[in-house]
């Protein structure tokens, strides 16, 4: 697990660094990206849609051949948010990657309120 978490920890510190290479030598050839944006994309088109960003850790956790990353990432205009990963590590490569969409940073709703009425 300790072995998946620094894989893990390289592919974010490789889009701080912004190193394609770093990062292409991490992830596998039959890498899938799956987020609500995006159902099951392969490798070229996740670099294409996804690349360059920056990251900071606020949770990171290990399960088996999973790691668990929680992150607060800026995007090229400026904003902030917040998402959670879900990492699958084989033969110390990233397989695939699930992304659960979190919300802006500062959030848009203010303290105890919310942004939509239920339904």
């Known amino acids: 697990e300790d072995e998946n978490l620094h894989i893990a920890c390289a592919c974010y510190q490789a ?9 292409e030598a991490l992830i596998s050839e039959d890498f899938h990206f ?20 920056g990251f900071e850790f606020v ?5 088996g051949n999973c790691v668990f990353v929680t992150y607060e990432a800026e995007t090229a205009s400026g904003g902030r948010f917040r998402n959670t990963e879900i990492l ?5 490569r990233i397989s695939d990657v699930q992304v659960f969409f979190g919300w802006n940073v500062p959030h ?5 309120s919310f942004l939509v009425e239920a339904a």
């Open 88 to 92: 699958t590590i084989s033969n110390g």
């Open 108 to 112: 848009g709703a203010r303290m105890g």
């Open 15 to 23: 889009y701080v660094d912004k190193d394609r290479a770093a990062l």
């Open 59 to 63: 949770h990171l956790a290990a399960d």
């Open 34 to 53: 799956t987020s609500p944006l995006d159902n099951h994309i392969d490798r070229r088109t996740y670099f294409k849609r996804c690349w360059p960003q």
